[in-house]
């Protein structure tokens, strides 16, 4: 059984930073594609940082690019979400996933719309704010 927990969610202030974890368990990370995601109240979810396997490149959100950075372990059952410099707007649950969907990687686009993404963490709560 797939299973994805998050950890290293929070309340920080303003400027500060966290780092998200999310670990695989019944699986490794081996996928067409990897995300980040988060969903703040009364909003979509939306990518916030995935990995494409297929040509090993990385998205992000134009909210997050400069700040926000993803890494993964060696192993494979680990990827983190480093986030700096956050502001309010980035308050959300933020979720991790993995793609095992061969379409996720037939267009650059699709990589981080979570319709394609078949596993997903419980999420982990991150608040900004002074």
């Known amino acids: 059984q797939v299973q994805l927990v998050e950890s290293g969610g929070g309340l920080v202030q303003p400027g500060g930073s966290l780092r998200l974890s999310c670990a695989a368990s019944g699986t490794t990370f081996d996928a067409y594609a990897i995300g980040w995601f988060r969903q703040a109240p009364g909003k979509e979810r939306e990518g916030v940082s995935c990995?494409?396997?297929?040509?090993?490149?990385?998205y992000y959100a134009d909210s997050v690019k400069g700040r926000f950075a993803f890494s993964r372990d060696s192993t494979k059952k680990t990827v983190f979400l480093q986030m700096n410099s956050l502001k309010p707007e980035d308050t959300a649950t933020y979720y991790c996933a993995i793609s095992r969907n061969f379409n996720v990687v037939m267009d650059t686009t699709r990589v981080s719309d979570p319709r394609y993404y078949d596993y997903w963490g419980q999420g982990t709560r991150v608040t900004v704010s002074s």
């Open positions: 990995f494409s396997s297929s040509d090993e490149k990385l």
